[in-house]
């Protein structure tokens, strides 16, 4: 007797069975590092520019510093300090002849208000009439600033002795003063002076 073939054999499985396997109630652990929080990574780019930020300012600070060691220098004389200035350094920066105002000079300079200076310069004193002066401008060099374009008034420092005539120089001088630094005006609203100077004393170079 021949018996007739069953054809491939079936598994068959249950679903409930299936749902309540072991492997399949296995929970799926995911080992990937979670990303940064967004604050995280906001703060990090904070600190980041701040810190090139603070070492652009720093930078420029010190270059500061030392273009304006460059041109003053403090020397004592009889007991007492003085700022050894470069006169064309302290001179030569831009001014508006007819609106400038004090914040338009260097604050390094403006700091020297009031403080004793020693300047080398040319006197110019066009009006003078005899071999001593009470009254000049000290200008760093009467063919470069006086005789070059039209002058700045801040090329000039108004000088007024405070010991009566002083002998006339053709040449450089050395002068020691207190120095005064404010914007003058007439009483037309003309500038008339950036720089003054009480002069002590002053020599041939």
Aim: proline share 7%; net charge neutral; hydrophobic share 40%.
């Amino acid at each position: 007797m021949l018996l007739s073939d069953p054809g491939p054999a079936r598994i068959i499985i249950n679903r409930t069975d299936m749902e309540h396997s072991p492997a399949a109630n296995k929970p799926v652990i995911d080992y990937r590092e979670p990303p940064a929080p967004a604050s995280s990574a906001i703060t990090l780019r904070m600190v980041v520019f701040l810190a090139v930020f603070g070492l652009i300012i720093g930078w420029i600070g010190v270059q500061s510093y030392s273009a304006l060691y460059q041109h003053v220098e403090v020397a004592s004389v009889d007991g007492v300090d003085y700022y050894k200035v470069n006169l064309k350094a302290m001179s030569t920066f831009p001014f508006d002849q007819r609106y400038g105002t004090i914040d338009d000079v260097p604050k390094d300079y403006r700091a020297l208000h009031g403080k004793k200076v020693i300047l080398v310069g040319e006197m110019w004193a066009p009006q003078a009439a005899s071999a001593e002066v009470e009254n000049f401008d000290l200008v760093y060099s009467i063919a470069k600033c006086c005789f070059s374009g039209p002058p700045q008034i801040q090329h000039f420092i108004k000088s007024t002795s405070t010991k009566g005539a002083l002998p006339f120089y053709g040449g450089p001088v050395r002068v020691k003063g207190q120095l005064s630094v404010e914007v003058v005006k007439d009483r037309d609203g003309k500038i008339t002076s950036v720089y003054s100077l009480a002069v002590e004393s002053l020599e041939p170079v």
